[in-house]
């Protein structure tokens, strides 16, 4: 029994836990202890903080975030300066920043070796065409004609073509998830990577820490090792105050031998294919790409993968078509893209306002959250006042009661342009998607909300002109007759549901 006492309060996520405890603690202590012991010690912090509001009016940064560290410090003028340098002073991030830059360099000359398709595209006059250039030209990510698309508007249609695709592999299988739990869907799919894994290909997984720190046992990676499965386990989850801590790898990735890719909302957990009822029904979505555009989650999966290896392995060794180009088809265009919060660039917002920019007929979305800065809001607000038929749908059913107070906030806004919200009645609606005037859909892992649009390491696939875009569409209409309608009557709040959303919204880049 004591051996057994032991074990559980040592369990590395106690640990953790308990650290993060133990750090906040002194340093309030010590700054409480400053002000008995110490005449200036006061005087000194509450310079401090001066300096590090200054600091961060200057700073290149998203005016939200700006606004809620300043109205903390204004708060907490003793200590909030303190631990926002405590908080943002780690080394460890410039270093990342600059393998970010490295591996992206290498990656993007190789992109273009199954050629580009944005000479051809520009041929003509389309709505889209500056959201392919910004991609391409500026970003790195170039747009491809010969790749076949399938859309899938469920978990359980995923996890089928998944299994499927898995037995078919014969050099590698490349995979990429924020969240990993035991169960129906992610064993069977284990087991078919130990069983390639054996037959000798290369096989790798990448998980995100946090994302999996209480679905994982503790040996889980020793365990694939050991079954021949090479693994990463992204930013481990440390004991140390750290802004770091925030950066996750929210992306969802599964790449075999180059040709086919998977992307969209769907972690490997059982209440993603409701083998399991968390929030009611799970309505998800996912696209399988295959082609030239799977290269692109390829090097997009590498890049991830040696980001803190810095290794020199030779991407061009994996391309799948050294003997000759690409025999799929083309379907319309195919863009991949990822999002890294390391190097200022928040492509995946970009994808969004370039799509609702220029919507003329209609603006589709799902999202499980709406929690979006000034740039967004005014955004769609604009869209639906110049008649651009504006529609979300969120969830009825939240998984994080926080974030549904603060998404439902905006909603008398939205309402008051014109644009329609509906809740997704028989559950939780966890999709990622946009789609505009049966031209232009991305699918992929972005939320609306602060951390996967600002934060977190994301990934999408936008379409143009492709079958996709339909299958988008008809989904999200097939979706409204099981969604409520928010009314006026719906956004009625008494004064103290008013101080909480407005507080909420304050707070909202810290989510």
């Known amino acids: 029994m004591k051996k057994e006492w032991v074990r559980v309060l040592f ?51 998203k005016p939200a975030y700006k606004l809620t560290w300043i109205f903390l410090i204004l708060l907490f003028p003793i200590f909030g300066g303190f631990l926002y340098i405590v908080f943002h002073s780690q080394s460890h991030s410039r270093k990342l920043r600059r393998l970010t830059k490295t591996g992206a360099l290498k990656c993007r000359p190789l992109f273009t070796l199954p050629g580009t398709a944005l000479e051809e595209l520009s041929q003509g006059h389309r709505d889209y065409l500056s959201l392919v250039r910004y991609l391409q030209n500026y970003t790195g990510y170039p747009v491809y004609t ?29 995979m990429e998830f924020f969240i990993l739990r035991h169960g129906v869907m992610l064993n069977p799919i284990i087991a078919a990577l130990e069983r390639k894994a054996k037959a000798g290909l290369d096989v790798r997984i990448i998980y995100d820490d946090l994302g999996c720190f209480m679905s994982l046992a503790p040996n889980f990676k020793e365990h694939l090792e050991q079954n021949g499965i090479k693994c990463m386990v992204f930013n481990p989850f440390k004991p140390i105050l750290s802004s770091l801590q925030n950066n996750r790898d929210h992306r969802k990735i599964l790449v075999i031998d180059g040709k086919v890719a998977f992307t969209g909302g769907i972690n490997l957990a059982d209440e993603y294919i409701n083998a399991i009822d968390r929030f009611g029904h799970w309505k998800d979505a996912a696209i399988m790409v295959s082609g030239e555009a799977a290269w692109a989650f390829t090097l997009i999966f590498l890049h991830m993968w040696n980001l803190e290896q810095d290794a020199r392995e030779d991407y061009q060794a994996l391309y799948p078509w050294k003997e000759g180009a690409c025999p799929v088809p083309g379907e319309g265009y195919v863009q991949p893209y990822a999002d890294s919060p390391l190097d200022d660039e928040y492509v995946g917002e970009h994808v969004y306002l370039h799509i609702i920019n220029n919507a003329k007929i209609y603006v589709y979305i799902n999202t499980p959250y709406l929690v979006v800065d000034d740039n967004l809001l005014s955004a769609l607000t604009l869209a639906a006042k110049s008649g651009v038929d504006v529609r979300i749908i969120t969830p009825y059913r939240w998984d994080k009661k926080i974030l549904a107070i603060t998404s ?35 699918v992929g892992t972005t939320n609306l909300d602060f951390r996967s649009l600002y934060l977190h390491f994301e990934c999408g696939v936008c379409i143009y002109d492709n079958p996709a875009v339909a299958s988008i569409k008809r989904d999200f209409l097939e979706t409204l007759p099981n969604c409520h309608q928010i009314t006026w009557e719906d956004c009625a709040r008494n004064a103290f549901q008013r101080i909480l959303s407005d507080v909420l919204r304050l707070f909202a880049p810290l989510m």
Not at 13 to 28: A, C, D, K, N, P
Not at 36 to 44: H, Q
Not at 153 to 164: K, R, S, Y
Not at 409 to 427: D, I, P, T
């Open 11 to 61: 369990r590395r996520r106690v640990y953790v836990i308990t650290m993060l405890l133990i750090q906040t603690g002194f340093i309030l202590g010590v700054i409480a202890g400053g002000r008995l012991v110490f005449r200036y010690g006061s005087i000194f912090l509450n310079a401090l903080s001066i300096l590090v509001c200054l600091y961060i009016l200057n700073k290149k940064e």
């Open 146 to 174: 010969h790749t076949h698309t399938d859309y899938f508007d469920c978990g359980e249609g995923f996890f089928q073509a998944v299994l499927e695709a898995l037995e078919k592999a014969e050099q590698y299988i490349f």
């Open 408 to 442: 439902r906030s905006y909603y008398r806004q939205l309402l008051a342009a014109g644009v329609q919200v509906y809740e997704y009645a028989n559950g939780f609606n966890h999709s990622k998607t946009f789609v505009s005037d049966d031209q232009v859909a991305t």
